[in-house]
């Protein structure tokens, strides 16, 4: 959602953390065309207050506590009906996994924490005419991602990825392929080396992505 350029860009904060919301708040309260309208400790409150301010864009952290994630979120913010708000993801996550889920999610934009103020304001700016804007960083990591081959999984691994996406523990995927679990563990940790993740929910994510899976 655009808004004309006769009035500031309207922002809801979304933020689990008290301190870094105010820091925000009070950083963008600084910038002449940009008016915060609201704030949001969850994910749940964020998408109420969008529905009732109507907010041009909405800043996500990807990390909030209870409730549902920043990544969740964004996507029922921009599934939503009508004119849905722009996001644009502030956070201190810069794995792939977290910037391929934000991305496929519906959001806008890409930002670290580390940003210069100047840029996170020049970023809003754009998200609000529904233009990405990518952290360097995370460009890095994108562009590294399209031009690297998909990743070479054994036959075995691909198995337990594909229990893995359905949701099964260490112990059923160990069951359901007839190996051990600690051969699952060592197997998992090969995974997360090719895939470059940490975590399962990472792992799934960008094995869906990279089509890993069908």
Known sequence: MTGPASRPVRILVCD???????????????????????????????????????????????????????????????????????VLVLTTYDTDADITRAIEAGATGYLLKAE????????????????????????????????????????????ILAQLAQGLGNRDIARALFISEATVKTHLGRIYDKLGVDTRAGAVAVAKEQRLLG
């Not at 708040?25 to 109420?48: F, H, K, N, Q, R």
């Not at 233009?131 to 075995?156: I, N």
Request: charged residues 25%; glycine residues 10%.
């Open 16 to 86: 689990d953390h008290v301190v870094v919301r105010a820091g925000l708040l009070a950083l963008l309260g600084s910038a002449p065309d940009i008016e915060v309208v609201g704030e949001a400790g969850t994910g749940e409150e964020a998408l109420a207050l969008a529905q009732k301010l109507s907010p041009d864009v909405v800043l996500m952290d990807l990390q909030l506590g209870e409730g549902i994630d920043g990544v969740e979120t964004t996507r029922r913010l921009t599934a939503g009906p009508g004119d849905s708000p722009h």
């Open 116 to 159: 210069r103020p100047e840029e996170l304001f020049a970023a809003i700016q754009a998200a609000a005419q529904g233009r990405t804007t990518l952290s360097a960083p995370v460009a890095s990591r994108v562009m590294a991602r399209m031009r690297s081959p998909r990743p070479s999984l054994t036959d075995r691994e691909r198995d």
